[in-house]
DNA sequence: TATGAATGAGGTTTCATTCAT
DNA sequence: GATGAATGAAACCTCATTCAT
């Protein structure tokens, strides 16, 4: 039992409990998944995880903020890449798919058990969402201002519509079906698109 | 004490619980919700309750019952309906954007607390989900073979589009802001026509 | 719909509570049965049970009463009887065993739920118990005066041998085995008497 | 603060809960004892009893392991011993009758609360149960091969006389009465014994 | 850093009984 | 004689969290 030895099995306890957590709120919900469930089956006590979180919410909300988080960047190295912003918005929204696809537990629990948050956090994951479209629909403004995107269409339509639609993929989409995350990112992006590109 | 009078107050006790049932789960979610104080937000006892709903469970699947055979109902009129199926498409799919609005409340339990049903039951909504689809989807096979629809895009991401954009109403939609239910019913069937209809 | 069909339905409704009654309490305890179970696999309602019996517990004290009050009956028949008191017993010793075969249901719940009953009627059916096992071995003092009977075994132990046994009987006696009723009661008589009768 | 102190005082809680739920499932039942009255009563929380047993079933399973334990240990050791199987049999069945008085709590809850516990267990009590008196019957099948006991008598007949009033015991037997548990232990194995030896 | 026994409030449900009709 | 909706107390059990070690 050498220190690195300890150490790596000490660090893996929030993980191992994440990543569990995330499989059991994902497959049976938020409040189906009793404390004592869940940390057997990541194979540590009670006290550990207490070690490490605040409360049962502390776990749910680190799982938000591991996949807001994660969007968030992925999304802001688009915006802030070269090129023309057609093909960058085209880029960021098939990378949304995918990865949607990619951490469907996460992106299932992110609809599903909001509500279980407490209220302030509830608060603080709703801005973070409302401050992701904004960042993406500034793009479709951005194409707008370029003159490469339509104007007629109002911006709360089109957010709708590529929002709703890769929201709905966790109540259809399983994995090992037809179509595969990239693919399926290509068709939304492709549907985006045409949506907001001018004819012609 | 006449009879209409005791039919009205007998029948009222289970009525009351639906709606304060309804209320409060889209307010708090279902397990914040608990039984106490739903049933003294009715004005009836606990025994009341469990006189007219077997569990607690039964309530939330009453209210599912409710929404889901509304619809139906409502999209056989339109299937049903003569005239061009474009038309009645169009109708039904303005109908279900509009009634889900209306009954807000019901959509959100339904997109958020399926998953707190017996997995029984659970299947049995989502089987009847399923069939509402399919009967949506089989007016759009009708003008694909009539000609006035394009045969081109899968029929799975006609769906997704529309019904993620329906689903996510929920999400961000707020009673007494810009558009009202049959303007915004008007819009999405828009959008899903013209991605239907065949150019020129 | 004429009065005495009508007669013999709410007649019908007291003798169909206590034998739906014998069987539930029986099959599945007294406190396992709910009223509500009972009534309704009577084929009567809640209020028709409480017109005819004052609650729960008062079903089980008529269903004491009538296998005791029988049981009593039948032994002062014995009792009273003219002839030898070694055949008498004899013979009441094998009509107790094939009267609690016939009767096995109350038989086991006289056994399984004296406790369930209220304090009072707890005393009172244990005095009628009481009795009857008086009674019976006042047989055998009789016999014993008469120099049939030998007078070593005290009446205690050969009361708890006899009663002993037949109480035992719902323990592992099955309808369609091996033995009847009449068969085991002639055995079960045959033993008592073997214990009795002087030797020689 | 010592570790025996430590050791005493967890084991404590589980030991606290069997002795009160003995002398209280004895004394008014299984259902009449709420779970409430019972920690209460041990002087421990609910929590800390939920902590131990699965549930109010769990301890009445408890109960009745460890008093069949116990008595299939002593029976093993009997039929194991050297020496005549008479003088074994004889000595194992007056201890029966010793540790089922000295054991009357238990021994009364066997009889009277079998079929509260699920059917599943209710058959691995039976089951154990018949196994012991097939254990006991062996060794009167044991004096038989060996010519010392009377082979007429069916097996079923003695095991029903014996244990039937062993079973007895509970429903007239009272401490501080006439006779001891030691005493009346050898009054009842020797009845048994002039039933099954051999005569002259 | 980690344990796991213990807490105690609160959860859902059951049920014998009553009573206006 | 009979109904069945309604009561309300009490039942069993769960669970997130704490804390002495």
Redesign the pocket.
Known sequence: MGEGDRGE??SA?PERLLAEATRMFAERGF??????ELVSAAG?????M???FD???DLLYAIFQRLLAMQRERLDGYAKAPGPVAGRLRAAAADLVRTSIENMDESVIVFRSLHMLSPERQRAIRAERRDYQERFLAMVEEGRREGVFRAEVPLTIVATQFFGAVHHLGMWYRRGGGLGGAELGEHFAEMLMSGLLARD
Chains 1, 2, 3, 4 share one sequence.
Do not use: F, I, L
């Open positions: 099995r000490s306890v409040e189906r998944t009793s404390v004592q540590v006590t009670k006290g550990a207490y070690h490490y409360s049962k919410d």
